[in-house]
C-alpha cells in the first residue's frame, strides 16, 4: 500500500502563489504515477494535473495549464504542485493520488488540503 500525505494549503490573495506537497510512504517502489484533483463545494472532483513517477513526464487540466506546475522529487518520494496567478476559482480542497504499477486507476488517496483564493 502507498500512504499519501498532502500540506501546503492555505488562504491567499487572487494572483498570489501555494506550493502543495505530497508525501508518500509505504510501498513507493510500486508508484507510476501521481495526481493532484480538486474539489470545490457543490462540484465534482476534477483532475488537475499528473506526473509519471519515473520520467517526470507531465500533463495539465486546460484550466490551470501556464499557470501551475506538478514536480517531484523522488529521493523524498514526494510531489508538488507549484500554483501560481491564482484565481478564485481555484479555490477547493486539493487531493494527491496515486497510481501504481500495473493498474488502470488511482488506487490511493490523500486526505486533502483546503486551497482558498479570495478575491
Known amino acids: 500500500q502507498v500512504q499519501l500525505v498532502e500540506s501546503g494549503g492555505g488562504l491567499v490573495q487572487a494572483g498570489g502563489s501555494l506550493t502543495l506537497s505530497c508525501a508518500a510512504s509505504?510501498?513507493?517502489?510500486?508508484?507510476?504515477?501521481m495526481g493532484w484533483f480538486r474539489q470545490a463545494p457543490g462540484r465534482e472532483r476534477e483532475f488537475v494535473a499528473r506526473?509519471?513517477?519515473?520520467?517526470?513526464?507531465?500533463w495539465y487540466a486546460d484550466s490551470v495549464r501556464g499557470r501551475f506546475t506538478v514536480s517531484r522529487d523522488n529521493a523524498k518520494n514526494t510531489v508538488y504542485l507549484q500554483m501560481n496567478r491564482l484565481k478564485p476559482e481555484d479555490t477547493a480542497v486539493y487531493y494527491c493520488?496515486?497510481?501504481?504499477?500495473?493498474?488502470?486507476?488511482?488506487?490511493?488517496w490523500g486526505q486533502g488540503t483546503q486551497v482558498t483564493v479570495s478575491s
Open positions: 493520488a496515486s497510481v501504481v504499477v500495473g493498474s488502470g486507476k488511482y488506487d490511493y
Open positions: 509505504g510501498q513507493t517502489f510500486s508508484i507510476y504515477l
Open positions: 506526473i509519471r513517477w519515473n520520467d517526470g513526464i507531465t
